[in-house]
């Protein structure tokens, strides 16, 4: 039986999705991305799940696209096909976390910056290699980045293909957190869980207004948020009835 390339393992509400090639550092081909993308197409209308995190099998999250692979030349369904995957998880409407530790360069940076944030262990490292192999992006890390990190930030990175550690990642703005190794894990857990705790329908919602409003200018996003709120979802009168009981069971 052929090995999956992602795995993806169901706890509680969070879908855990793995780059799944240790032996190759998770070197990122044509197959994984077909993986990605059932599980991507899977999750769309999985109401059971709340929440995602994308990580890497073994040593590290990915060692970036592999170059094996790019050099033999690949086959791909239609063009633009990996940057549709990314857009098609980008708008999944649930959070996805990226959890990454060791490498992370290049394709790999790619995947990581269409999940919704970045979560980095200490031996995170990040990078923009185009450059050195004389390639240019078509997965999205020309509109992502920048989008991240600012643009001429952006314009260094892309420029020097410098590598960079998680404290200067989480200094630019690149990740959201930095979390010892031994407490990578356990820390990931623990903010998904957190965001599990909250309405399935405003993560939607908002997600869709974050995208929507991207790069606007502040009237016309304003404009758009009234115009295209989404109003309170079914859970709405749950949600508040067992706040009140439980303040009404604290004052007595």
Not at 127 to 145: C, E, F, N, V
Not at 226 to 246: K, S, Y
Request: charged residues 25%.
């Amino acid at each position: 039986m052929t090995t999956p390339l992602v795995t993806r393992q169901d706890q509680d509400g969070l879908a855990l999705l793995t780059l799944n090639r240790p032996d190759k550092l998770n070197s990122l081909t044509v197959g994984m991305f077909r993986d990605l993308r059932r599980h991507v197409l899977d999750l769309q209308a999985d109401e059971s799940i709340g929440c995602v995190i994308l990580r890497g099998a073994g040593k590290c999250f990915s060692a970036g696209h592999d170059l094996g692979d790019i050099a033999e030349g690949e086959s791909v369904p239609s063009p633009g096909w990996h940057s549709e995957t990314l857009r098609l998880m980008e708008r999944l409407p649930k959070p996805v976390i990226a959890a990454v530790h060791g490498h992370c360069y290049t394709g790999a940076l790619e995947v990581a910056l269409a999940a919704d944030f970045i979560i980095a262990a200490e031996s995170a490292r990040f990078g923009d290699t185009h450059a050195k192999w004389a390639l240019t992006p078509i997965w999205g890390m020309s509109q992502r980045l920048p989008r991240r990190v600012g643009v001429a930030t952006a314009k260094r990175l892309m420029f020097t293909a410098d590598m960079i550690g998680a404290d200067e990642a989480f200094r630019i703005g690149l990740v959201e957190q930095v979390v010892a190794d031994a407490d990578f894990d356990a820390a990931c857990q623990h903010l998904a869980r957190r965001i599990l705790e909250n309405s399935p329908f405003s993560h939607a919602a908002n997600k869709r207004l974050l995208d929507a409003t991207d790069a606007r200018d502040m009237d016309s996003g304003l404009q758009w948020e009234v115009l295209n709120c989404e109003g309170t979802g079914p859970d709405m009168q749950d949600r508040i009835a067992a706040f009140t009981n439980r303040s009404k069971k604290a004052k007595t």
